[in-house]
């Protein structure tokens, strides 16, 4: 379902659905570890503002993840 009625904010949805299903992607063809896209989407959406490193989480999900102080100062997206 779409949460605007009006023309405008449809197209809006529908670019920022494009957009991420874009990153998502690009995210998923540089991990070694292969991921089914639906899991992929799952385990972004459920840590989206946890402090990790996003691509080392995926890369190795089952390790004990402790967040280090010094990423913790500053996040960065590193594709």
Known sequence: YF???NENAIKIQIYCVLIVNL???VVKKR???SWAFSNLVS???IHLFN???LMRFLENP???W???KAESEQ???NL
Request: with cysteine; glycine share 4%; aromatic share 12%.
């Open 23 to 25: 990153l998502l992607a």
């Open 3 to 5: 949460l605007g009625d």
């Open 43 to 45: 385990f972004c959406k």
């Open 51 to 53: 402090y990790i490193n």
């Open 62 to 64: 089952e390790k004990d």
């Open 75 to 77: 996040l960065v997206f």
């Open 31 to 33: 991990l070694k570890r």
């Open 66 to 68: 402790i967040i280090d």
